[in-house]
């Protein structure tokens, strides 16, 4: 079982783009995943609260002032970056309300995962996650509504209710069964890694499905969408991090804290709340920011000691 797991985990992004073409090439092996979107995000925050406990959100109020600088542009730069690209490429109504919900959506494990291979600030990155997801459900549907009602219709409180019970609840309840069974959880925690890929995997399979035809259509412009804002994510999210004098670890945790959003939480808002062409951009970029933010991770640790 450790082998599988080292292997699904090194090889995650070449996992992810190898079930975006099946799922493009043959619809039907993925079509039945997507009722089930909800669920496995579920299944992924679940996982996510197990690994928690009560006393790491103390890291949160240790330093207030760096969790809330990087705060602060994640909830800043990314919707921006996204209603600026959605105005600039003219982007569909469904397609424009998609790309700036990732944008609006708080981070995700993954962006720790990357910090930690790029040996920067792990424990700021971790506060970063916790902190923009327990803001999600109020934060989330403000900007969304605030920046994509120009496109689409947004219903802030079912919004909301989506994300504490997809999200806020499954966390809350991984924390609680960590608490009261810790001796369980640390026999089974090396194998929560990949469960959760594994539904990342599928929520990506099953998106791509029942968008293949659009996504063939679209699906140069949707990318190019997709990567600049990651990439100028990474980049803006850098140079906030020097503005505010931050040492080269926490600037490496914030930079891909802020390019690296819970896209499976977006995929999930969009399928519930817009429509299946609104998960697009998510799906893309969720394919997309695991294979980028390997590459800035390799290239971080790699020029740590030149940066330092």
């Keep these: 079982m450790k082998k599988v797991s080292s292997f699904v985990t090194k090889n995650m992004a070449l996992l992810v783009v190898a079930v975006a073409i099946i799922a493009l090439v043959i619809p ?102 916790m902190a923009s997801t327990i803001l999600a459900p109020i934060v989330t549907p403000l900007l969304t509504w605030l920046l994509a009602g120009t496109w689409i219709n947004v219903s802030f409180v079912a919004m909301m209710l989506s994300i504490i019970q997809v999200v806020i609840a499954p966390i809350l309840l991984g924390i609680i069964i960590n608490h009261l069974f810790a001796d369980f959880v640390k026999r089974v925690v090396k194998i929560l890694p990949t469960i959760s890929i594994v539904a990342i995997l599928l929520i ?36 906030a991090a020097k503005i ?10 914030i930079s891909i804290e802020v390019g690296m959003q819970n896209s499976g939480l977006a995929v999930s808002l969009a399928i519930t709340h817009f429509s299946a062409a609104a998960a697009i951009p998510s799906a893309l970029f969720s394919v997309w920011h695991n294979i980028s933010g390997s590459i800035a991770a390799n290239y971080l640790a790699h020029k740590s000691n030149k940066l330092s």
Aim: proline share 4%; aromatic share 8%; net charge positive.
């Design 244 to 253: 505010f004098k931050m040492d080269v670890a926490k600037t490496k945790a």
């Design 28 to 129: 039907s092996a993925f079509k039945w995943v997507t009722p089930q979107i909800p669920m496995l995000l579920g299944v992924i925050m679940f996982g996510m609260g197990m690994t928690l406990r009560l006393e790491d959100f103390k890291e949160i109020f240790r330093r207030p002032r760096d969790v809330l600088i990087g705060l602060l542009a994640q909830f800043t730069i990314m919707p921006l970056l996204a209603y600026g690209l959605a105005i600039i490429f003219q982007l569909p109504a469904e397609l424009a309300a998609g790309v700036i919900l990732v944008g609006t959506c708080p981070g995700g494990t993954a962006s720790n995962v990357m910090t930690y291979l790029a040996k920067g600030d792990l424990a700021l990155s971790v506060s970063m996650t």
């Design 204 to 239: 990506a399979g099953g998106v791509v499905s029942v968008n293949a035809d659009k996504i063939l259509a679209t699906g140069l412009l949707i990318m190019l969408v997709v990567v600049l804002h990651n990439l100028c994510g990474y980049g803006l999210g850098y140079c």
